[in-house]
């Protein structure tokens, strides 16, 4: 067995790994094999879900907070809640109604795409045979060790379109439950994320200095997620993605709001 001397490297393997080289016993090889059935390091699988998050809670959280501080002016806050209620509300279904669409048109995508190469593999095979080399030749992976495979392939056609479907044009079929759950994921995203900057107008008459108050837990919000998402995902430097959440967040509602500030705004006219 051989030795790992380096203690990242060390770190990352079942303490049995850790403690049982140089040993040589039955059992301990036993033990050792089993720890190493399972996955020495954790991987994440929930990449997607978090996409769709950051999509969401990002907009949510920079939009609704431009178009509040844009009609602070007014320095009424019933005007910024009922104005960002219907935005919230309008946002979260455009927002949703974009992650279904988007979704239905990458499975549209991919099955044009599966009837192109199902017409190559038919029409041209010696082609499509020698993409499948090519596929291997950045491993080296020899042409001999290929053959194997490619016999098999070519006594299961569908296989085969499905090999050059995944690792020539590295598409995969996606679900429609995905799409589903991707509408529903950046829509609820962006209603939770659009309510933070709105909440201090609630209670806060004076919309002025809801603002402030908005501004606060608006950027609080945006650290938070980052550095939360850095730690779920298992990703390096969580503070720095918090803080680079933040930079980013910030950047977009200051521009929103700065174009909102050019348009000259005058007090409602009416009764109160």
Same mark, same amino acid.
């Given at each position: ?5 380096? /203690? ?5 393997? /079942? ?109 041209? /095979? ?78 806060? /008459? ?67």
């Amino acid at each position: 067995m051989p030795s790992y001397t380096d /203690p990242e490297q060390a770190r990352l393997l /079942p303490a049995s790994a850790q403690h049982a080289g140089g040993r040589g016993s039955s059992s301990s090889n036993d033990s050792l094999s089993n720890d190493m059935d399972r996955t020495l390091i954790p991987h994440f699988g929930g990449a997607e879900i978090i996409r769709d998050i950051i999509v969401g809670l990002a907009d949510g959280l920079t939009v609704p907070f431009a178009l509040a501080a844009g009609l602070s002016s007014f320095d009424d806050s019933r005007i910024v809640v009922t104005a960002g209620l219907a935005e919230i509300a309008a946002g979260t279904i455009s927002m949703g109604l974009g992650g279904l669409l988007a979704g239905m048109s990458e499975i549209e995508h991919y099955d044009s795409e599966r009837l192109r190469e199902k017409l190559e593999v038919e029409t041209m /095979p010696d082609r499509e045979e020698e993409e499948i080399y090519e596929i291997f030749e950045p491993y080296h992976i020899s042409r001999q060790a290929v053959q194997p495979i490619l016999t098999q392939l070519r006594a299961n056609p569908e296989k085969w379109i499905d090999f050059m479907m995944k690792f020539e044009l590295c598409l995969e079929r996606p679900s429609i439950n995905r799409s589903w759950i991707s509408a529903l994921t950046i829509g609820l995203s962006y209603l939770v994320g659009g309510f933070v900057p709105l909440s201090p107008y609630f209670f806060i /008459p004076k919309a002025r200095d809801a603002l402030y108050y908005s501004a606060a837990v608006t950027l609080m919000t945006l650290f938070a997620f980052g550095y939360t998402k850095s730690r779920v995902m298992g990703t390096p430097r969580p503070l720095y993605n918090g803080l680079q959440m933040l930079f980013v967040g910030s950047l977009a509602a200051f521009t929103a709001f700065q174009v909102a500030r050019i348009f000259p705004q005058s007090e409602p006219t009416g009764s109160p």
